[in-house]
């Protein structure tokens, strides 16, 4: 049997699988990569397969934690547990969404209630107060909501630019863009793509809305702000069910479009906090997989303050962070693995090899 060490987070999402294995000093030991693995989409064989493949890149563990795209509710926990007590047999699993692992990597301040706001490929909020209670606000995916991700900004930019294309009798210039985008040639040949485009593929779009919108174009501009009222409605939705109206809550900007747009984010901020007055924002400076890791560790705690970036973005969304005279809160809100004593987030002075491996089948 290999020897027990270290601490295993990890972050099985809609786009890829990425685990982490960390010592107690918080150190970077080992990571592995792979595709998506959504819980929804995989039977209990394919689960264990999945854990399977995993298990074989790293030495057995201390502890656990695994956070995953699709799990809901506690009967979803439990099936990844049995899945993960047959991969890892005697270690400790802390079982949850992929939302509270990408929270628990966000910097800590001394807020009463935290909240996640996410837009990616979809969307969602979810906040966790420091007595243990959490809310999730959105996430019914892109045909039941999704509202203010990459997704609904692609699709409401095809329609948009169709209405005022019917409406005037002109093709605008975001109109120009999508079809430049698609590899089309004029607008009836939209029918078609669209019925065979991916999720994917239509929140690709929202590169080019994104685009037009610095462009000042009009149409652009309509909908990137609806966009950002959106997020800020359900943030501040998520926190009125979590918060007293004079607790400080922190909003953690997380997901390719806020990540990769500093405007929007910092639009969404400005809104956020006109919405809730007494509110920290600062963005999701680490990949969700850490979080995993400091689940695994039965804390929450995090080396790194929140004016201390660690990945390469924008100065101006850096910005965005809590003032470095923030303090943290130290208390646990949710129980974990009882062997494991929580440990700081990793510098990455020194990486590992990565192994990429195709995880799902």
Known sequence: MKQQRGFLGIECGGTRTEAILADANGRLLHR???GPANLKLMNDAELGRHFNRIAKNFEKPTAIAIGMAGA???????RIRRAAGRAWVGVPCYATNDLETALAAAPKT???VRILVLSGTGSCCFGVSTSGKKVKVGGWGHILGDKGSGYEIGLRGLKAVLYYYDR??????LGQRLLRKVALNEPNELIEWVLKASKGDIAALAIEAFAAWHDKEKIAAD???????SLARDGAACASQLAKKNDRVQFVLAGSVLLNQPKFAKRVAALLRQAWRRSIVTPLERESAWGAVVLAT??????????EPSLDMPEDLRQLTASPTETRNPRSTRSRPSEAAAIPLPSDETTPPVTKMNFVG
């Open 168 to 173: 005037d009798g002109k093709w605008s210039r």
């Open 72 to 78: 809901r509710t506690e009967k979803d926990w439990a």
């Open 298 to 307: 039965g804390g929450q705690t995090s080396a790194r303050s929140a004016s």
């Open 110 to 112: 001394n807020a009463a």
């Open 32 to 34: 592995a990569r792979g």
């Open 223 to 229: 909908i990137i702000e609806a966009a950002a009222h």
